[in-house]
C-alpha cells in the first residue's frame, strides 16, 4: 500500500535529521511544529462566522506554557480544569477575562483560588453551586449543563448523557434557580461538552441547537460555550478525512445568528477545543532498541512505554508510525511486516502499535510516532521511575528550541523528605 508521508508532506522536521535531534535532547523527544500549531489555532478562531466568538484552547491537551503563548499570540482565550492549569494560563499571559475554569468537583480552597484570581467559574453540580455561593455571595456564576446526549472516541472520554458524571442535568434546573436566589448569584455563562474525538458535525451541531434552546431560559448570559471534543484523523496515513470544518462553520454560524436575533443581549460564544489544536503539530520521536521474535510474533522494543505516552494503552488508541534507518525516512511502499511495537515499561500491556504492518525495523532505527502533541506530554508519568522526555518546538523559521527540558534523576527526588 502506497502511503504519503505526513512527515514529509508537511516538512514536519524542516530538514532536521532525527537521530541529531535525539543525539542533541535525548531520546524519547516530543517534537512540536509551530506552524502547524499556528494553523490549528487559527481554524479553531474562524470555525465561526460572528465577531463576538472565541476558541478556549483547552489546556489539557498540553499546557506547555510556551504553546499556551503561541495560542495566546493566535488571539484564543483558554479553559482551565484546575488552579495548576490557570497558574500556567497567568505565565503564558492570559488575562483573567481570557480565563474560563470549568473545574469537576473541586474543593473550597480551589473554588476561592479561581475567585481570588478574578476567574469566572463553571460549576457542574448543585453541590458545587451552593459552595460557590457561599464563598462568593453576589457573584457572577457559569453552570454546566448535561446535554442529555454524548459522543466520543471511547466510553472513558464520552462526558455527556446519563452515564457520565458531568453536568448539571435539565430536571435540575429548578434547584440551580432556587441555589441562585439563595445566594443572589448572577448566571451570566453556559457550558457544555459533549465528549472527545467526533469525526462528524452532527452530534456536535444537534447538541449546540438543542443548548440554544436551553439556553433562552436564561436572562442574564454573557456567554455561551458548546464545548469541545473537535476530532483529528489519526488514521492519516490510510487518507482518513478530516472533520469537515466548513459544514460546521456554516450550520454553526446559522444557529448562532438566530439565537442571537431573539435573545438580544450581547453574548460571546466559545468552543473548547483541546485536541484539535495541537494533536497534529507534535511527533513523539523514540529509539529502537531491540528487535525479538517471541513464537508467531515479532516485537520491537523502543524506549516509548505508556510512560510517555498513554493513549494506546488507556483507550486502544491508534497512532500512526513512520519509521526512519540511517536518518531515511522507510517507504512504505515496499515489504512490510507485521510486528507488535512496545516499550520499555514492566507491563506486558505497554504496547504502542499491536500488529502494526510497518517497513522492516533494526536495533537503532528511529520511530515517529504521530498525531502525538494532545494528550501526549500531559498524560506522561514517572513510571517505572522513567524520566519525562523533552519538548522542542521547530520554529516559523526552521530553528529548534528546547521548550521543556529533559528531567534529570534529580527531579525524580525532588519531593521527598529523608
Ligand atoms: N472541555 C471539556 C469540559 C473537556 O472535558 C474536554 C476534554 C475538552 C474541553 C477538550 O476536549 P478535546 O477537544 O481535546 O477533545 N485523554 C483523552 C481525552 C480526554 C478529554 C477530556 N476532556 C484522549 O487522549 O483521547
Redesign the pocket.
Given at each position: 500500500m502506497k502511503t504519503e508521508s505526513f512527515l514529509q508532506k508537511t516538512n514536519f522536521l524542516a530538514g532536521h535529521q532525527p537521530e541529531e535531534l535525539l543525539a542533541q535532547y535525548g531520546s524519547p523527544l516530543y517534537v512540536y511544529n509551530e506552524q502547524i500549531f499556528r494553523d490549528r489555532c487559527h481554524d479553531m478562531q474562524s470555525l465561526v462566522d460572528y465577531e463576538r466568538f472565541t476558541a478556549n484552547y483547552?489546556i489539557?491537551?498540553n499546557s506547555n506554557i510556551n504553546l499556551l503563548a503561541i495560542a495566546r499570540e493566535e488571539g484564543m482565550y483558554a479553559?482551565a480544569m484546575s488552579p495548576g492549569e490557570i497558574l500556567f494560563l497567568e505565565q503564558a499571559g492570559y488575562s483573567p477575562e481570557q480565563i474560563f475554569f470549568?473545574p469537576n468537583n473541586v474543593s473550597r480552597e480551589e473554588l476561592q483560588f479561581a475567585i481570588d484570581h478574578n476567574v469566572l467559574t463553571s460549576l457542574d453540580s448543585i453541590s458545587q453551586l451552593d459552595l460557590f455561593g457561599q464563598l462568593n455571595p453576589g457573584g457572577r456564576v457559569a453552570i454546566r449543563i448535561n446535554p442529555g446526549v454524548g459522543a466520543g472516541?471511547?466510553e472513558k472520554?464520552v462526558?455527556g448523557g446519563k452515564k457520565t458524571k458531568f453536568g448539571i442535568s435539565m430536571d435540575q434546573m429548578d434547584q440551580v434557580q432556587t441555589t441562585l436566589k439563595r445566594y443572589q448569584l448572577h448566571l451570566v455563562g453556559v457550558n457544555q461538552?459533549i465528549g472527545?474525538?467526533f469525526m462528524e458535525p452532527q452530534p456536535y451541531l444537534e447538541a449546540a441547537r438543542h443548548f440554544l434552546s436551553l439556553a433562552e431560559q436564561f436572562s442574564e448570559l454573557e456567554l455561551v460555550d458548546f464545548?469541545?471534543?473537535?476530532g483529528i484523523p489519526y488514521h492519516k496515513l490510510e487518507g482518513q478525512e478530516r472533520l469537515d470544518l466548513q459544514t460546521l462553520k456554516h450550520e454553526l454560524t446559522a444557529l448562532i445568528r438566530g439565537f442571537v436575533a431573539k435573545y438580544k443581549r450581547p453574548v460571546l460564544f466559545k468552543s473548547?477545543?483541546?485536541?484539535?489544536v495541537v494533536a497534529e503539530s507534535g511527533v513523539l520521536l523514540g529509539t529502537v532498541h531491540a528487535v525479538k521474535q517471541n513464537d508467531a510474533s515479532t516485537f520491537v522494543g523502543t524506549d516509548l512505554g505508556f510512560n510517555v505516552l498513554a493513549?494506546p494503552m488507556m483507550?486502544d488508541?491508534w497512532h500512526d508510525i513512520e519509521v526512519f534507518h540511517q536518518g531515511e525516512l522507510q517507504a512504505t511502499d515496499g515489504p512490510l511486516k507485521t510486528v507488535s511495537v512496545v516499550g520499555n515499561i514492566c507491563e506486558s500491556g505497554d504496547i504502542i502499535a499491536k500488529h502494526r504492518e510497518l517497513p522492516p525495523i533494526v536495533e537503532g532505527d528511529v520511530l515517529a510516532v504521530l498525531d502525538a502533541g494532545?494528550?501526549g506530554y500531559a498524560?506522561s508519568s514517572t513510571y517505572n521511575n522513567r524520566l519525562r522526555p523533552a519538548e522542542i518546538l521547530i520554529q516559523k523559521d526552521g530553528q529548534t528550541r528546547l521548550i521543556r527540558r529533559r528531567e534529570v534523576f534529580e527531579d525524580l527526588f525532588r519531593t521527598f523528605e529523608f
Open positions: 483547552s489539557k491537551a479553559d470549568v472516541h471511547h472520554v462526558t461538552h472527545s474525538l464545548g469541545g471534543g473537535f473548547e477545543p483541546g485536541r484539535y493513549r483507550y488508541s494532545a494528550y498524560m
